[in-house]
């Protein structure tokens, strides 16, 4: 353990100490020492809320488009209000297994405590189950003669249903208005001497049978199972049962 997270932990105790005990004197006490510590190495109490942001990284998109399809944005947006995270879209070197590297999309979630690993999770659990669905719907359009360029759109508007459907599956968890400055503070040290641009978002395109094929994904998304053993405390608050149900 580095020196400054010796420090922070000590400030930690010191503050529990000071809110859990009965004795107004030693709690008191215990502040005093506290805010002491935090002066002595030039730490605030924000700076100290900082600390508890957490960071979890996928680097497994399904798309490494330049322009983010809409229904990989609108995901990540779902998980987000989901679990009282944030997100931002990366890029990253991967090196394959015969040595060539390639730059790839990746998608950072951070939130407070354990919260960005659960978004992690279920994000990982939804790509997974929104891949396989598309697969299902995209080999029923190939029975049948249809342009390579209908099939991408009805694949994008299966897909950007399915997402809507699986919000359905999933609760809303709002951050407070404090812990949304937190966030934003967070944000900004970790992207300190870097520019972040908005993302280039591109909507699905319209064609034959487009209607037909978002509704399919929202009746599949709205139908999605995610697993319960999610670690985390808050898992289970932030995971309805939806669809069929695990024992």
């Not at 924000?46 to 996928?58: F, K």
């Not at 944005?73 to 040595?99: D, E, I, K, Q």
């Not at 249903?161 to 359905?168: A, H, I, M, P, T």
Request: charged share 25%.
């Amino acid at each position: 353990m580095s020196d400054n997270a010796k420090v922070i932990a000590r400030i930690r105790h010191l503050m529990a100490l000071g809110t859990r005990n009965s004795n107004p004197h030693e709690a008191a006490r215990a502040v005093a020492l506290a805010q002491r510590l935090m002066q002595r190495h030039g730490l605030t109490p924000d700076m100290l809320s900082l600390h508890d942001i957490r960071e979890s990284v996928c680097e497994s998109l399904t798309s490494n488009a330049e322009k983010v399809p809409a229904w990989l944005n609108s995901l990540a947006t779902v998980v987000c209000m989901a679990t009282g995270c944030r997100c931002w879209f990366g890029w990253h070197v991967h090196t394959s297994c015969s040595g060539v590297k390639r730059v790839r999309r990746s998608l950072h979630f951070y939130g407070f405590s354990e919260r960005a690993e659960v978004a992690l999770y279920i994000y990982t659990v939804l790509q997974r189950q929104l891949r396989a669905d598309t697969d299902v719907q995209i080999a029923g359009y190939r029975k049948r003669r249809i342009l390579k360029n209908t099939l991408r759109r009805r694949a994008d508007q299966f897909r950007e249903g399915w997402v809507s459907g699986v919000w359905q599956v999933l609760q809303s968890f709002a951050p407070s208005e404090s812990e949304n400055v937190m966030l934003k503070n967070w944000l900004v040290r970790r992207h300190t001497g870097d520019t972040l641009g908005m993302v280039s978002v591109r909507t699905a395109g319209k064609c034959r049978g487009d209607k037909a094929a978002r509704v399919a994904g929202w009746l599949a998304g709205r139908d999605t199972d995610i697993h319960h053993g999610l670690s985390g405390s808050q898992a289970q608050q932030q995971v309805t049962t939806g669809g069929r149900t695990h024992d």
